[in-house]
């Protein structure tokens, strides 16, 4: 397939999480087009899994659909070179209280790349060790434990409907070999 070309960018809007850009395209047939592209710095996230077994997750409000969405611990990385599996011990963390120094790599996700760079770098660890939690101020979650068992039939279901999170899970089925 013939590549596509970046010909020029424009900076429409700086946010703080997120920067929206008109991309001036060439493509393949000589044309030139626009393309509006999001430009995010990357997030990591973690499945853990407690001594029982059972995975941890949280519930926090989401503005962009204005309901609840239950994920697997995540965030955003600080900068443009912050290392993912550092950003997604620092998660696991301040979202949950606990840290591991057993944390594996699982799978990378772009969200949604038709639009977004974003890319999550998603890892696992079977070995949590208690520590304390460190919300951020306007962060409000609430902790939930599953068993896998009932997480996959939760996705089927439609109950979660995070991709990140259904990626995760379904990754952590397979490659674990559960």
């Not at 995010?40 to 941890?56: L, M, N, T, W, Y």
């Not at 443009?80 to 594996?104: K, V």
């Not at 998603?122 to 951020?136: A, F, N, R, V």
Request: some cysteine; hydrophobic content about 40%.
């Amino acid at each position: 397939m013939e590549k596509f070309k970046i010909m020029g960018k424009k900076l429409e809007h700086h946010g703080r999480i997120v920067d929206f850009y008109t991309y001036d395209m060439l493509v393949p047939n000589g044309n030139r087009t626009q393309w509006d592209v999001i430009e995010h710095k990357g997030a990591a996230a973690i499945v853990p899994v407690d001594d029982e077994g059972k995975i941890i997750l949280v519930r926090q409000y989401r503005g962009a659909i204005d309901d609840l969405l239950l994920e697997i611990p995540a965030g955003g990385r600080d900068s443009w070179d912050e290392d993912f599996l550092l950003c997604a011990s620092r998660e696991l963390e301040e979202e949950i209280g606990y840290r591991s120094d057993e944390i594996h790599h699982l799978i990378d996700y772009h969200s949604a790349a038709a639009y977004t760079s974003e890319k999550i770098g998603i890892y696992y660890t079977e070995k949590l060790i208690p520590s304390k939690q460190h919300l951020d101020e306007n962060e409000f979650v609430q902790i939930e434990r599953y068993t896998l068992a009932e997480l996959v039939e939760m996705i089927a279901s439609g109950e979660i409907t995070d991709g990140k999170t259904i990626a995760a899970i379904m990754a952590y089925k397979v490659l674990r070999g559960k």
